[in-house]
């Protein structure tokens, strides 16, 4: 997802993509090393790229020291998001290395609940990764989306139900399936009822899901201290 930033040409160092998958008909996924130095931050926060066709800051699904995972769905009407998808590996992009936002996990010894929709997944991953590398007792994640063919990362997700304590819950809003149907956030009763109100909940994604979740949650008796976003989209919305 994306928030407000304003940067200098300075703040931008080049980079060498060197992995490009196609997750969906509308989404890839770019593995990007920086050619020197390295990148500052952690999952859940967001870089910047500079291309011909403008800045845009985009959310990492995970960072190491000199490589960013991110996730871009083009479509046709955005200009960075189409220059990437233009791209190949062995291409060089402007990329900004350190990383801001206020996304971040905060504790891996409770319960944690990780909910995304749309690209909003992508930090969302990255802070599900993260979680269950320090071996965080048990997480939820859950993922709404219009259509089947935009459960973006839905094989991996279900991996980490098979060999993780990881519980996965996907829900189409626009399409009949054998899963969930309607909106992500009708699921939370039952997950509240499994991890408690003092888990920890992070959310990111299309900002009326975001800030119907919240509201969701304040409603179920989720202290809002324990309801993590990236802080923007109240305003967005209203």
Known sequence: MCAVLILSIASFQKA???SVTEISSDCKQYIIE??????????????ALQTDNGVKPYSVLAVDDTRIGLMIRAYGTDGVA??????????????????TGSLTLRRTDRPAVFIGTGTGITPIIGLLQAYIADDGPQAVFMFGEKTRDQLLYKSLLEQYALTRSVETRFSLSRE?????TGY??????????TVGQDADYYVCGVPAAVVATKDRLDELGVPSSCVHTEGWEDAHVS
């Open 82 to 99: 189409d220059y990437m998808n233009a791209r190949s590996v062995g291409d060089v992009v402007q990329v900004n290395p350190k990383l």
């Open 16 to 18: 060498t993509i060197t």
């Open 176 to 180: 009949e399936w054998h899963g969930h």
């Open 184 to 193: 992500i956030q009708e699921q939370l009763p039952e997950v509240i009822n």
């Open 34 to 47: 920086l050619n020197e130095g390295t990148f500052t931050g952690e999952a859940g926060q967001h870089t």
